[in-house]
């Protein structure tokens, strides 16, 4: 077996791109741009390569690159993922020209992503935990640039969380990479079933899993490690978030798939728990989103609930064990569709943020009147996130659904654990239904209400945005219709292609995704929607003014957030006092030792002289006749002496007794 | 005997050089001297490791057991090639800085001479000459530390004199135990203990093996005799607490290696309390090191504090008594040189053109200086851990040490915890730095903003610092090579 060299290429490449436009970048700005696509582009199309080289050789081994080498390997998922990946990294790339126009420090920024996407490729391709951590953290520190490249005061902070989160979930992986390399002896992906099978120790091996989950977790935005998503996806700038929302939480996503479709191939306990979380996930991720007045916050918000969707159906392939076809498929197709949604979404609000320089719902209002381009774009993304039929998120919500259904058709009886699952069920299509009220939300605010103020002003915006990003625009919105009016021939050769990485296999006969009873849940979700939508969004969350119109008020209390009422005093006030004072008691304690010893030594009797020259010694002073025969220093001697006396006791003591 | 009579040379030949720089005043003279002396040397050291096998030389024997013998194995090598390179970039760094610290004949003599010291120390083959270099190591440092001949420099000059001798007595009072104890004291891979002599007496072997260990431990910042360290390291001149943090900290580990692998026995210390005494302090010391320094703002000092922290991961390292502990804690003596050399060179850096000796002064300071910042902070990347860089390697050998099932036990749970906890207070008290220095905020003043970058003799030495911790993580295969010869020969 050779290696393929296009994989390392596709890895390396970027690092060595970023390093190009930064320098190329000092001298000539265009030139620079002009690289950036090219290198883009070369890289999508060495992407799209990749599926040429499938079959023949599909794997490159560096032995010994940090001690346990770099594995990659090929097949449909770690492909599709590398195009997607590229693709996303292309069409921001493009739209970002005209987002940055006269900002500080694009070049180290378009350095620091290019420095991500070979990172972002190498976790992608990678064929074992190992390389996938290693590509983990250079992901991890070469985006913080990227988040904090606004240098405003709530981006300092966002990034903050972002990278405390990184780094704490890194390291807790880190301790459970350690542990499961322990255990099974081997990080290879395709090794791990295997190794996993002869364990015996099975506690050790979910503890170990656990703690690996962790990193994967934050980077995913998996409840309770969401909190850093919604504010350091809303302060980058659009461009970034789009890449963070679209392909680095995918990032999380793949460990999650590899920890869970692995070690625990059709283990319905661990599947049951990863569940769990996801369903909180997509249920906080919705719920904060619907109270959100910020466009970005909300998209972001939005993230976590749609990468919650995710995390059940990778829950779900393992409740399922075998039979888990519409899981897998669910899987994979509600990863790809969210992504290019959001990508739209994200693109959508770079260029609104271009000409009004804010994502303040109230002071956008009505901006998008008149704006055919923009209208569309974000209808397109409203309708593929809600699941709406003919529209691409419908297709993988309906998998995952009826991945959901299927399971709960098949318990015989009510058990509690039908009742969860009952529940979860119920959940789902309530989270469906939020995720369409607040692009309601978005969408009418922006498109429909009129502005109270400036109307006029807002449509006498006729260029709005510039021909290259308009082209990128409606390319983006317009693959979302395309993929989900056909999905036969779009999202199920994706599927049939990408389930092999998940051990699933094709469903025993095709799903019909427009039949009735699948249509009839996605009716239930809307309908839900509309309901909250009317009956609370437009009710409760909108307050009238001073001037009697009405705003979208922000009803969310500013306390109400996990990080800000636990992680952070507890982790940042709490622990570092406890532990500091602890520490600095331990610390001390030989400091104080010398000191009492010199005390001791140095002890000074009244008759002690110090000369100032030398203050560390200290004479008699010329002989004074004591006055008294016992003073003070006598009784210190007979103290002394009394110490020696019962250690000398004790000493005796310990002897006999022994 | 022995044939190794060329040992002397890398130990004499910088002693002798070194007076010879007294003599020296022109400046540029002087330089080129010291650089040449340098390099001539650890061109030397690299020729007789990698060109001879394990060479021994008596040079002198007072009586029976007592004899000044040098003995060169892999250990050793190891410890002399990574000294003396560390110490020719830190020099050669001195020559920009020392010129605002005033008397840099003093300086460059005493530095030279240390290195002779150290190269002996690194070459000793007995006991005893192990204690003789390790006390002349104290005394000849102790210029460089009360450099500046301040109050403070004076008091912490003192303060490290009197922990470091009441340290190497502690070894000591090992020294005459073993000398009755053992077959010899003359080093060799498995240790010198007679058993005969022992039966009965393990329990007071265990307790010079903890003195010992203890008193070694002064040196390298091991709890309870830790006090020094962050007292000292920050007072002296920028190189002088590089090389004080970076390397003379390791003199301490390599105390502790030969006690442990070539006076004692692995096999005799395993399981015992000795053992988890230390592996214990290690730990406690680990933890709290890590949590002074990310309460302390004074910046050098906060180094201080951390080396004191990742110091005892090598301790760690060494007493889970396996091979891939042993090759963690090597690693991790290499990568910790490296990365707190580079470290302390560009604090000094930022010291010798700005002045700022507090965290809180550096914000932008990276649009000033970009080219010392992006060594910090490669280096800071080491430290914590982040791969590829030369800390990870270390640390992953670590952890799956402890975590093997010849060591077990709870501890082996514990302490990659405790690595890890580390870990993050080590990324919590360097990053904020790196993120100040590169993201000001919004509001920073550009318009008067002026670029102070220092020159290529304070750059070079970091540049080449940051390559090494980088490539050596990505590329360590050589190196790991390297040291499964010395844990093969010991275990």
Request: charged share 10%; proline share 3%.
């Amino acid at each position: 077996m050779g290696n393929n060299y296009l994989i390392i290429a596709l890895v390396f490449f970027p690092f060595a791109a970023g390093i190009g436009s930064y320098i190329i970048g000092r001298f000539h700005q265009l030139a620079r741009d002009v690289f950036l696509y090219f290198a883009l582009a070369l890289e999508l199309t060495g992407a799209c390569c990749l599926f040429a080289t499938v079959g023949t050789v599909d794997s490159f081994v560096w032995e010994g690159f940090a001690s346990l080498g770099l594995h990659f390997k090929l097949d449909g998922f770690h492909i599709s993922m590398s195009i997607l990946a590229s693709f996303i990294w292309l069409m921001t790339t493009l739209v970002s020209k005209e987002y940055f126009k006269g900002a500080r420090g694009t070049n180290k920024y378009f350095m620091f992503i290019l420095f991500t996407l070979g990172a972002m490729q190498g976790v992608f391709l990678s064929n074992d935990l190992y390389t996938a951590f290693i590509f983990f953290e250079v992901m991890s520190f070469a985006s913080y640039p990227m988040v904090i490249q606004n240098e405003t005061e709530e981006a300092i902070d966002g990034s903050n969380s972002y990278l405390g989160f990184a780094v704490f979930g890194s390291l807790v992986s880190l301790m459970g990479l350690f542990m499961l390399q322990s255990i099974l002896g081997t990080l290879q992906i395709d090794q791990l079933i295997e190794a996993a099978s002869h364990v015996t120790n099975y506690a050790l091996l979910y503890v170990a899993s656990a703690l690996t989950l962790v990193g994967f977790g934050v980077k995913a935005g998996m409840f309770p490690l969401h909190t850093w998503l919604p504010q350091a996806h809303s302060v980058a700038p659009a461009p970034a978030s789009a890449m963070l929302s679209a392909v680095i939480t995918k990032a999380g996503i793949f460990g999650i798939i590899v920890v869970s479709c692995n070690i625990f191939l059709h283990d319905a306990q661990w599947g049951l728990a990863i569940v769990i979380f996801g369903t909180l996930s997509m249920v906080t991720g919705a719920i904060l989103a619907v109270f959100s007045n910020n466009i970005k916050r909300t998209f972001a918000c939005s993230s976590v609930s749609q990468l919650g969707f995710v995390i059940i159906a990778i829950g779900m392939q393992c409740i399922l064990g075998e039979h888990n076809a519409l899981a897998v498929r669910g899987t994979v197709l509600h990863m790809f569709n969210h992504s290019l949604l959001k990508l739209a979404l994200f693109m959508g609000a770079g260029v609104i943020y271009v000409c009004m320089h804010t994502f303040d719902l109230n002071k956008l209002r009505g901006f998008g009147r008149k704006k055919s381009v923009l209208w569309f774009v974000f209808g397109m993304g409203l309708l593929g996130l809600a699941g709406v039929p003919l529209f691409n998120g419908y297709i993988s919500k309906t998998l995952i659904h009826e991945s959901i259904v299927e399971y709960i058709g098949m318990m015989p009886e009510q058990t509690a654990f039908a009742g969860l699952m009952q529940t979860v069920e119920a959940l789902f299509t309530f989270s469906g239904g939020l995720t369409l009220a607040y692009m309601l939300k978005i969408f009418v605010a922006i498109f429909i209400e009129k502005n109270p103020d400036n109307q006029a002003k807002l449509d006498a915006k006729k260029t709005y945005m510039s021909k290259l990003t308009m082209g990128v625009m409606i390319v983006s919105g317009v693959i979302l219709p395309i993929i989900g009016t056909l999905p036969y021939w779009t999202q199920d050769l994706l599927a049939d292609t990408a389930q092999g990485f998940m051990h699933g296999h094709a469903p025993a006969s095709p799903v019909n995704y427009f039949s009735l009873i699948n249509l009839r849940g996605a009716a239930a979700s809307i309908a839900i929607g509309i309901i909250v939508y009317f009956l609370f969004i437009r009710v409760c969350l909108m307050k009238k003014n001073e001037n009697g119109i009405k705003i979208y008020a922000d009803v969310w209390p500013s306390w109400l957030s996990i990080e800000r009422m636990i992680y952070r005093p507890v982790l940042l006030r709490l622990l570092p006092f406890a532990s500091a004072l602890a520490a600095r008691t331990i610390y001390v304690a030989g400091d104080t030792a010398v000191r009492l010893f010199r005390k001791l030594l140095f002890f000074k009797s009244k008759d002690v002289f110090t000369p100032p020259t030398n203050h560390r010694f200290g004479t008699y002073d010329a002989p004074v006749q004591p006055k008294r025969i016992i003073n003070k220093s006598l009784a210190y001697s007979l103290l002394l002496f009394g110490v020696g006396v019962v250690a000398v006791m004790l000493y005796l003591m310990i002897i006999n007794a022994s | 005997m022995g044939d190794g009579i060329f040992l002397l040379i890398p130990i004499l030949f910088p002693m002798i050089a070194g007076l010879v720089i007294l003599a020296i005043g022109h400046r540029i003279a002087r330089q080129i001297y010291v650089g040449t002396v340098l390099v001539l040397n650890t061109i030397t050291v690299f020729l007789i490791s990698f060109l001879t096998e394990v060479s021994s030389f008596t040079l002198w024997k007072f009586s029976g057991s007592l004899s000044v013998m040098f003995r060169f194995d892999g250990t050793g090598k190891l410890f002399a090639c990574l000294i003396s390179t560390i110490w020719t970039v830190a020099c050669i760094y001195a020559f920009e800085y020392m010129k605002h610290e005033g008397k840099e004949k003093r300086y460059f003599a005493f530095a030279v001479m240390s290195l002779g010291v150290l190269m002996g120390l690194s070459m000793a083959g007995n006991l005893m000459t192990l204690y003789m270099f390790y006390e002349f190591m104290t005394l000849i440092t102790v210029p460089l530390v009360i450099h500046s001949q301040g109050r403070d420099a004076l008091k912490a000059g003192l303060k490290y004199l009197g922990y470091s001798v009441l340290g190497a007595g502690l070894t000591l009072i090992g020294f005459f135990f073993l000398n009755f104890y053992g077959t010899g004291t003359a080093f060799s891979e498995g240790g010198v203990l007679d058993l005969a002599k022992i039966a009965g007496n393990e329990n007071a072997l265990l307790a010079i093996f903890l003195v010992m260990m203890i008193g070694f431990g002064c040196k390298a910042g091991l709890m309870p005799l830790q006090a020094w360290l962050p007292t000292a390291h920050p007072v002296a001149p920028a190189p002088a607490s590089a090389v004080l943090s970076g390397i003379i900290t390791k003199a301490g580990i390599l105390g502790m290696i030969r006690v442990t692998f070539y006076v004692f026995n692995p096999d005799f210390l395993r399981g015992t309390w000795a053992q988890l005494t230390i592996v214990i302090l290690a730990l406690a010391t680990v933890f709290v090191g890590s949590m002074l320094a990310y309460k302390e703002q004074l910046l050098k000092k906060r180094l201080a504090y951390s080396t004191v922290s990742q110091v005892s991961y090598v301790i760690f390292g060494i007493m889970i008594l396996s091979p891939q502990g042993l090759s963690g804690a090597l690693l991790q003596v290499i990568f910790h040189a490296i990365s707190k050399n580079a470290l302390f060179l560009s604090v000094g850096a930022i010291i010798y053109k700005t002045g700022h000796i507090y965290v809180k002064d550096l914000k932008g300071i990276g649009k000033k200086m970009p080219i010392v910042m992006w060594c910090f902070t490669i280096a800071s990347l080491s430290l914590i851990g982040i791969p590829p860089t030369g800390g990870f390697v270390a640390k992953w050998d670590l952890a799956l040490g402890a975590l093997s099932p010849d060591y077990g036990g709870v501890l082996g749970y514990i302490g990659p915890a405790v690595l890890l906890v580390s870990a993050l207070l080590t990324a919590g008290y360097l990053l904020p730095i790196i993120r100040d220095a590169f993201y000001p905020g919004k509001d920073f003043d550009y318009e008067t903003l002026e670029k102070t970058e220092a020159n290529a003799y304070m750059t070079a030495p970091l540049i080449l610092l940051c390559i090494a911790v980088a490539g050596l993580g990505m590329f360590p295969m050589g190196l790991q090579q390297v040291i499964s010869g010395i844990t093969g020969a010991v275990m």
